[in-house]
């Protein structure tokens, strides 16, 4: 190694070191940006909405497979109008 003043070893060693910290900065960057981006195309998707009428009016079940399961006490099964 050559014989350097301290001071020109520190700022080597620094500059070293800030750019890899620029590496790791814009690496958070672009996780964060992907990360929102993700979140955002998550909550455009669309939802399944089922629409039940009984006797007491409408109720809407998001969401959520009504086949073969009970509602007021009878069975539920898809007709045509329902798909």
């Known amino acids: 190694m050559e014989n350097q ?3 020109t070893e ?5 500059k070293a070191q800030n ?11 672009v996780l964060l940006v992907a990360t929102i981006l993700g979140f955002l195309w998550y ?11 009984n006797d007491d009016g409408n109720a809407t079940y998001i969401g959520h497979d009504l ?16 798909t």
Request: net charge negative; glycine share 4%; hydrophobic share 40%.
């Open 67 to 82: 086949e073969g399961e009970l509602y007021n006490g009878e069975s539920y099964t898809k007709t045509q109008s329902d």
């Open 43 to 53: 909550i455009s998707l669309p939802i399944d909405e089922i629409s039940i009428e």
């Open 19 to 29: 750019k890899r910290m620029f590496i790791i900065a814009i690496i958070e960057a």
């Open 10 to 14: 520190l700022i080597k060693e620094l």
């Open 5 to 7: 003043p301290l001071a």
